[in-house]
């Protein structure tokens, strides 16, 4: 407790500075006057001051903390299973952009192509603040690769942010009594890629009936250990949840159907290209740069 209260002052210290160091440069550049030099240093101050006031908006109690970022493929057979994968790459790669690091902690592929799920872990400064309004269903409109007559495709996939709790809430505990616990080989496309031993683990916790997997490690021990960090933080937002009349403004529930309706963004390729935020009306017809991972405008707005 003592740490993260003396890591919390050191953040509170080093953000007043920042502050303090930029009012002694619009100081220094009001007393050197207009010009060219000074219209730079200008332009970098407002940038800084905006980068300030971004992270002023993560008030909430996880927006500091690590991500867990889960992908289910919903209606659209095949199709939804590859836009699956193509969102998984698109946060991977939205990751990657910002300096922060990710792994895929549990993988479920589909028969033929994509995934059907997968649990990915991103880590880095405001993963969660950045990433938890990505939470609800995305469509995608385009000709289908796996038509034999090129026939227009929607599919549907359902993206959920939890965040990576550190500290447990005292108030609830997880009883050994109340998991159970399966073993099963790492899944894979195949050949090399397979395990041969029982290093995946998947837990379910029985009075709730959440359920967790993880083979992203070597050991079972390691897999059980990242999985119950999982399990915590999942029993953390029901607890959270539970104080909420409205348990649908947290986030999405696989119950009210991952498919028409319920899209919280569209994706189209075909018959023209465009991808639009449904909440905010923001738009934008860059849509293979946004699959790269350039969501910088729809996570802002």
Same mark, same amino acid.
């Given at each position: 407790?003592?740490?993260? *209260?003396?890591? +919390?002052?050191?953040?509170?210290?080093?953000?007043?500075?920042? &502050? /303090?160091?930029?009012? #002694? @440069?619009? =100081?220094?550049?009001?007393?050197?006057?207009?010009?060219?030099?000074?219209?730079?240093?200008?332009? *970098?101050?407002? +940038?800084?001051?905006?980068?300030?006031?971004?992270?002023?908006? &993560? /008030?909430?109690?996880? #927006? @500091?903390? =690590?991500?867990?970022?889960?992908?289910?493929?919903?209606?659209?057979?095949?199709?939804?299973?590859?836009?699956?994968?193509?969102?998984?790459?698109?946060?991977?790669?939205?990751?990657?952009?910002?300096?922060?690091?990710? @792994?895929?902690?549990?993988?479920?592929?589909?028969?033929?192509?994509?995934?059907?799920?997968?649990?990915?872990?991103?880590?880095?400064?405001?993963?969660?603040?950045?990433?938890?309004?990505?939470?609800?269903?995305?469509?995608?409109?385009?000709?289908?690769?796996?038509?034999?007559?090129?026939?227009?495709?929607?599919?549907?996939?359902?993206?959920?942010?939890?965040?990576?709790?550190?500290?447990?809430?005292?108030?609830?505990?997880?009883?050994?009594?109340?998991?159970?616990?399966?073993?099963?080989?790492?899944?894979?496309?195949?050949?090399?890629?397979?395990?041969?031993?029982?290093?995946?683990?998947?837990?379910?916790?029985?009075?709730?009936?959440?359920?967790?997997?993880?083979?992203?490690?070597?050991?079972?021990?390691?897999?059980?250990?990242?999985?119950?960090?999982?399990?915590?933080?999942?029993?953390?937002?029901?607890?959270?949840?539970?104080?909420?009349?409205?348990?649908?403004?947290?986030?999405?529930?696989?119950?009210?159907?991952?498919?028409?309706?319920?899209?919280?963004?569209?994706?189209?390729?075909?018959?023209?290209?465009?991808?639009?935020?449904?909440?905010?009306?923001?738009?934008?017809?860059?849509?293979?740069?946004?699959?790269?991972?350039?969501?910088?405008?729809?996570?802002?707005?």
């Amino acid at each position: 407790m003592a740490a993260k *209260k003396v890591k +919390k002052l050191s953040e509170l210290k080093g953000r007043t500075k920042e &502050f /303090s160091d930029l009012g #002694d @440069k619009i =100081d220094i550049i009001n007393e050197l006057g207009q010009s060219e030099e000074t219209e730079k240093e200008l332009g *970098k101050i407002e +940038k800084k001051i905006k980068s300030l006031e971004k992270l002023a908006r &993560f /008030s909430g109690p996880h #927006d @500091k903390s =690590d991500a867990i970022l889960n992908i289910h493929s919903g209606a659209g057979g095949v199709d939804a299973q590859d836009w699956a994968g193509l969102l998984l790459r698109m946060y991977q790669k939205f990751a990657e952009s910002r300096g922060w690091t990710w @792994k895929v902690l549990d993988q479920s592929f589909g028969e033929q192509h994509g995934i059907k799920s997968a649990t990915l872990e991103i880590s880095g400064p405001y993963a969660y603040g950045y990433l938890k309004n990505e939470s609800g269903v995305h469509r995608l409109v385009r000709v289908s690769s796996f038509s034999a007559k090129d026939l227009r495709h929607t599919s549907f996939a359902l993206v959920e942010v939890l965040p990576e709790i550190a500290d447990f809430p005292a108030g609830v505990k997880i009883d050994e009594k109340d998991l159970k616990i399966d073993t099963f080989r790492s899944s894979g496309p195949g050949g090399q890629h397979m395990q041969k031993t029982e290093s995946a683990i998947r837990l379910t916790h029985l009075p709730t009936g959440v359920t967790v997997s993880v083979q992203s490690e070597r050991s079972q021990a390691q897999n059980k250990q990242k999985a119950m960090r999982i399990l915590e933080s999942r029993l953390t937002q029901k607890m959270e949840e539970a104080k909420v009349k409205e348990i649908s403004q947290l986030k999405p529930e696989l119950a009210s159907g991952i498919e028409w309706g319920n899209q919280i963004r569209s994706y189209v390729m075909n018959p023209y290209k465009l991808v639009k935020d449904h909440r905010t009306g923001v738009e934008t017809t860059q849509i293979d740069k946004v699959l790269e991972g350039e969501l910088d405008l729809f996570i802002e707005s």
